[in-house]
């Protein structure tokens, strides 16, 4: 037999190695142990090394690309949580981080930190008239521009909506944020450019101090935004400085507030009646509905107080109700008595036109009962002819299409659009009391009348002149053909006893019957 040759050692070997595994080896333990030293010669440690080292390598490549990711992840739930997506500026949660350790810094340092709260005047119609996209669009320009104003080691942060923060840590006085406030109102005055088109907003800016004014950053927030709403009170476009008053303000607004959401389960609201009268004979052909409350502890409360409040919160939703349950019980007793014709005015609020099904469902209780819609006109405001909403111009249709007459309140002293007039056939334009108070002595009120009155004349449109005091105001509205007068020379708001009382008496009839005393409320 051949011997192998020295170049088939290492091959053979191999083979008697993995045999050894299936089988009992024929081979003593030095053979198989000099053949497996042949295997792991030079050659095969470098590819074993080089394979080992591969092995590693994709491991710890493996090991910083998860690594990398979940800081990836980590960083994007981060900004999710602490960044605003639209303007790329902080949010709240981080907003009251950095206001948490900026306290704590100014509590140290004993400096003072300023809260800026801004609200952007007018922003609602822009988005509601331009659409969103340019909204965005706004609100990114404005945060940059606000961003701008506020100057190094501040925070510019969005709340939300149109709605901002600036924060201004250490400062050793307030005149700092003076000059940023009127820097960021001047700043947001000018035209944003977007699209081709010019927008306008305008800022409202409250202003609160640490430690001046509160210690808290909760505190300092909701004393911005009280400040915020003076600032809105006071005709917008300009900052307030957060004061107690204004704090004992904004705590009585809070009470009233409250105490308005019993006030109608409690009995405490009562109509009263203005009438308006024609103004070629005298004749009482029309009356006000003049809502009151007469708080159980804090006496009479006026409506230029409490409405505002019950139109922000919403309740005035439910008041409207009672009004129109109200007027409809009094009414029902005028017919009784056989004194029909007389027409009632119910003021509506926009906020009523923004959620009409009241509205409607009080027209749907006319047409099924015995009083005709004619016998209602609902007073409303100049501005919601204004770039009314959809439902508006719905809810405007259906009164006229039921027959439900429109006049407008407080004419002259807010757009005058008379255009809009037409469009939405108003019945009836009240000329404001401001103006009649001045006709007399007042040129320029003189003739503002009669203007206002010939071109509503025009447009077919009867005029009433609120707040006729004396018979020279009500002479001069003779002479420049005014058609109605409504103040207290002829009437003051009286209890609906009165009101019946006066018609009854100008039927030319008997009296009216005792039961009906002066003290009588409905």
Known sequence: MKRPSYKQLPAITVVMHHSAFAAPSVLSGTQSHTAFSQMLSAPWLII?????????????????QT???EADSRQQLWRQANVDFLTQLPNRHLLQQRLQQALAECHQSQQLLGVLLIDLDGFKDVNDIAGHTIGDRLLQNAALRIQSCAGHGSTTARLGGDAFVVMVPTISD??????????IVESLRSPFHIEN???????????????????????????????????KRAGKDQYQFFNKSLHREFQERLSITQDLRSAIANGEFHLVYQPIYRLRDHRLVKAEALIRWQHPTRGAIAPAV??????ACGL????????????????????LLHLQGTQISINISPVQFAHPQPLRAFIQRLQYSNIPCERFCFEITEGLLLEPSKITQDTLNALKQAGIKLSIDDFGTG????????????????????????IERDNYAFVLCRSIIQMAHELDIKLIAEGVENASQENILKVIQCDYI???????????????TQAYQQTKSVQVPHLFNSDTKH
């Open 415 to 438: 757009y005058s659009a008379l255009g809009y007039l037409k469009k939405y056939h108003i019945d009836y334009v009240k000329i404001d009391q401001s103006f009649i108070k001045h």
């Open 197 to 231: 088109n010019q927008y306008f907003v305008t800022a409202s800016i409250g202003i609160a101090v640490y430690p001046e004014h509160c210690q808290t950053s909760e505190a300092l927030l909701m004393f911005a935004d009280q400040a915020l709403h003076a600032a």
């Open 316 to 335: 005035i939703i439910d008041i409207g109700k009672w009004v129109f349950d109200t007027v409809l019980q009094d009414l029902a007793t005028i017919d």
């Open 48 to 64: 074993i090394a080089l394979i080992c080292t591969a092995i590693l390598f994709l491991c710890l490549r493996f090991y910083q």
């Open 486 to 500: 409504q103040g207290f020379l002829h009437g003051k708001p009286a209890p609906f006893s009165t009101l019946l």
């Open 306 to 311: 409490f409405i505002p409040l019950a139109e």
């Open 67 to 69: 690594k990398r990711r």
């Open 174 to 183: 307030v005149k700092g944020l003076h000059a940023i406030s009127t820097h």
